[in-house]
């Protein structure tokens, strides 16, 4: 077993799609109207209202290359047919970055596994697919407060989330013919019915139709991007696939597994350098230049979109003479501002086994309620829900997800490239071996039920910087978790919901033991807290690296260009001047959908 745990960690295989492959360089263009770097959320959506440009004649008006870090995954049936084993995929670097946090000072300096999506779709091809669009205080808040404009208001942005989604159970203001599918689901499990009961018991929450019109306070089943048959609705299959399919459309193309190492700026002219296209490598050749014409849009992410910045030469000044980049332009808040949703999750033991869903009934996370802290009451009260409850009750997910929470609870977690990291990433493959396959743990799992408690609106915020110069080299980057007292403050009275619907009417009878939250059920807001620090862990909702405003020291301005360069804009969850109450993948294909229709105005002809 030693030796098992030492064994060094597989390499991904070099491609998921057969060979040739389809999005190779061999294909590639000396230059291009747009680049678009990052095939996920909003860089899908971007890159597709871009290239459906047409002129008078109906000929395409722009050429366009969407370039992806990651795997091509068309067709891969473990992510687009099995959706309750996306937690399963983190840390698999077939489809996964596994980065690693910096220690959290707050959550006793643990390191935690941080997945971000390595695959056509980006995140989008790996994540829960909760479609939760947050509340209109959230975009009010972006458009009047931290001075976005009405252009990022929710009335307009609401527009474009009904031309993104083809919701099946429609509504006020929902969109029924767009690309991605969306529905209802949860719905067949009993107990997240008595789970929905126990919050309106308590007086926690009240039952909403629907927590995508604008106002999500209250509990309902969750709503996601997946169809009725089963299959994933990522970005890159509902957006890009379509397009591409259409042997008249060839103004659009891609490139897969290819980095982009920087964004090559111009000597800089009065109003500064001019990004004029991107430095790209794929395995097996040599670094190559690819040329815009027009416009570069960086969609990599709150995470490695300002790491990619930085490598170019555009961010703090100080941080990056001392990795040895050299600056091109000073901008203090690329990297800063760092959002994260803070996360644990309470499980305990049914008298019952659960009824199993099938694998058509979601992700596992079925059911969520959106309800305002004590302080947020008192402090925000303009703002939406800054707390979370989510009920999950999907033996497959609990299953999938096992071996991941037990090495979290048992081991420190490292790179996977080092020997902490080996050791967790190995002690994961014989658990899921010896105790989840081989069916030890398939009783237990059955009857566990969770309640994953989330802290929306944090006071704390972190940083991304680079390692060094290279861009093999990952970015290092502090989420900051329960940094200030007011995080802390709610993050207990979240937990403290969480036990009041275990030990309600409906729900409570149902409960045979509480086992590990035993702690928590019985103890004080310190014993909550306690056991957020050892156990809690962030929600993968990163934000605000490199927020827009209106704001001189916003290193993006409201219509997502970066100060001081020209010909380069950021599209993505970076931009956000505030993350959201709920979950980000919604807000981040809205950001790309107005990122599209602001840079379709401006390249106007």
């Known amino acids: 077993v030693a030796l098992s745990l030492l064994r060094p960690m597989p390499k991904p295989s070099k491609s998921a799609a057969d060979e040739p492959r389809r999005f190779g360089p061999t294909h590639l263009r000396d230059e291009y109207d747009f680049i678009v770097v990052g095939a996920g959320a909003a860089g899908c959506i971007l890159a597709r209202r871009l290239a459906d440009a047409r002129d008078a004649s109906g000929k395409p008006r722009f050429s366009v290359l969407l370039i992806e870090s990651g795997r091509d995954v068309h067709g891969d049936k473990a992510l687009a047919k099995d959706l309750t084993n996306w937690y399963g995929q983190l840390t698999n670097a077939e489809y996964d970055y596994d980065l690693s946090t910096a220690p959290q000072a707050g959550f006793n300096n643990r390191r935690l596994q941080y997945g971000r999506g390595h695959a056509t779709g980006g995140s989008t091809a790996i994540n829960a697919m909760m479609w939760v669009a947050g509340h209109r205080a959230d975009y009010d808040d972006w458009a009047n407060k931290h001075g976005a404009g009405e252009g990022w208001s929710w009335s307009v942005l609401q527009k474009h989330l009904a031309s993104i989604e083809s919701f099946a159970d429609g509504g006020e203001g929902r969109g029924t013919s767009g690309p991605i599918r969306v529905r209802t689901v949860g719905g067949r499990t009993a107990e997240h019915l008595a789970f929905i009961e126990a919050l309106e018991e308590t007086g926690v929450a009240s039952r909403i139709d629907d927590y995508n019109s604008g106002d999500n306070t209250g509990v309902g089943l969750c709503q996601q991007n997946s169809s009725e048959d089963g299959l994933r609705q990522d970005t890159f299959t509902c957006f890009i696939e379509p397009y591409l399919a259409d042997t008249k459309n060839s103004n659009l193309q891609v490139l897969d597994e290819a980095r982009v190492e920087r964004i090559v700026l111009s000597s800089a002219c009065e109003d500064g350098p001019r990004a004029t296209g991107v430095v790209v490598k794929c395995d097996g050749h040599a670094s190559f230049f690819i040329a815009s014409r027009r416009e570069t849009h960086v969609c990599a992410g709150a995470i490695h979109t300002p790491h990619l910045l930085m490598l170019s030469g555009i961010g703090p000044s100080k941080h990056l003479r001392s990795v040895g980049v050299k600056v091109r332009v000073a901008s203090e808040g690329v990297g800063a501002d760092l959002q994260e949703h803070v996360a644990a999750s309470l499980p305990v ?189 962030h929600a993968w909702h990163v934000a605000g690296s490199v927020r827009m405003g209106s704001d001189a020291a916003a290193p993006v301005d409201t219509s997502l260009r970066v100060r001081g360069c020209k010909g380069l804009r950021v599209v993505d969850a970076s931009v956000m001047p505030r993350v959201i109450s709920g979950n980000t993948q919604i807000p981040s294909m809205l950001i790309g959908s107005r990122g599209a229709e602001i840079v379709l105005a401006e390249h106007a002809e």
């Open 349 to 537: 033991r049914l008298k019952e086994p659960i009824d199993v869903p099938t694998s058509s009934d979601g992700s596992g996370f079925n059911v969520t309620a959106f309800a305002k802290s004590a302080w947020s009451k008192e402090n925000e009260p303009d703002r939406g829900p800054d707390l979370q409850l989510v009920g999950i009750a999907c033996p497959p997910f609990i299953a999938a997800a096992l071996p991941l929470f037990a090495a979290l609870r048992i081991l420190p977690y490292g790179p996977r490239d080092s020997i902490p990291g080996t050791v967790f990433r190995n002690f994961m493959s014989l658990f899921k071996t010896l105790v989840v396959q081989s069916g030890l743990a398939r009783e237990k799992i059955s009857r566990i039920y969770s309640i994953g408690v989330v802290l929306n609106h944090p006071m704390s915020m972190g940083s991304v910087r680079l390692a060094s110069s290279s861009p093999a080299d990952a970015p290092v980057f502090d989420v900051a978790l329960l940094r200030k007292r007011e995080d802390e403050q709610r993050m207990a009275e979240a937990v403290r919901l969480a036990v009041r619907v275990f030990k309600s009417k409906r729900f409570g009878g149902l409960i045979a033991d509480f086992d590990e939250s035993r702690a928590v059920v019985e103890g004080s807001d310190a014993a909550a807290l306690a056991f957020v620090r050892r156990f809690g862990a």
